[in-house]
């Protein structure tokens, strides 16, 4: 019975590294969402993912991110060149149906520390 | 477009103090509204939801009535404890994604 599963917990990259977060949805679960969390923010929606499709980017930055949910394996937000601006938690969140009445299930989050 | 306006914090109650956190949303047509919580280190968790006009949704104490006239979802509980220091948001559906309020952090005291 396992939930929306996201790793690491915390990651540590230098400037200009990348950094790859992983979501494994919860079983049953095929849509897929990436939420940021700035400190003392609220949660700010990044990009909306269906198997192998990207339905809604709308609020990835243009550069440097990227997301992904293969047909097989977990979802991938993916930060290349990474800057001290995007330190954030970074959730993941996963729906039986996509959205309106279907809640979301979130992970406890990936931690991002640019140094 | 589609919003929440979640009251700001921080909230610091003593224990057993009744407690309300206000919501108010802007939307297009009638979508279902839903209040999250997330405790420290943790993501959020769904504590309770409504899918229509005066609908009462109710959760571990926590209510909150989907009010259309003042386009309200006020999260209210009778006694809170100090287990229930958290930052909660009200959130709804939008287009292809959940709008989140700016959450409001509650903390009980003993």
């Known amino acids: 019975n396992a939930g929306v599963m996201q790793n690491p917990r915390h990651l540590v990259r230098r400037r200009g590294q990348e950094a790859r977060l992983r979501c494994s949805p919860m079983?049953?679960?095929?849509?897929v969402y990436w939420y940021r969390q700035l400190p003392e923010e609220g949660l700010k929606f990044m990009v909306y993912l269906q198997k192998e499709n990207i339905i809604d980017e709308s609020g990835m930055p243009k550069e440097r991110f990227s997301a992904e949910f293969p047909k097989e394996g977990p979802s991938i937000l993916r930060i290349q060149q990474v800057v001290r601006g995007d330190s954030a938690a970074y959730f993941c969140?996963?729906?039986?149906?996509?959205?309106?009445?279907?809640?979301?299930?979130f992970g406890n989050g990936t931690r991002l520390t640019v140094t | 477009g589609d919003s929440v306006t979640q009251m700001e914090g921080p909230v610091t109650l003593s224990e057993e103090a009744f407690l309300t956190i206000n919501c108010t949303y802007t939307a297009t047509g009638y979508p279902s509204l839903f209040w999250y919580v997330q405790y420290p280190g943790e993501g959020l968790q769904l504590l309770l939801k409504?899918?229509?006009?005066?609908d009462k949704g109710s959760n571990k104490g926590f209510e909150a009535t989907y009010r259309k006239e003042t386009t309200s979802f006020h999260l209210e509980k009778g006694s809170v404890q100090v287990s229930d220091s958290a930052v909660y948001f009200c959130?709804?559906?939008?287009?292809?994604?959940?709008?989140f309020g700016t959450g409001t952090s509650l903390t009980v005291i003993p």
């Open positions: 959130a709804l559906p939008t287009g292809n994604q959940f709008y």
């Open positions: 079983k049953g679960h095929s849509h």
């Open positions: 409504a899918t229509k006009a005066d």
């Open positions: 969140a996963s729906s039986l149906q996509g959205s309106y009445n279907s809640p979301l299930h």
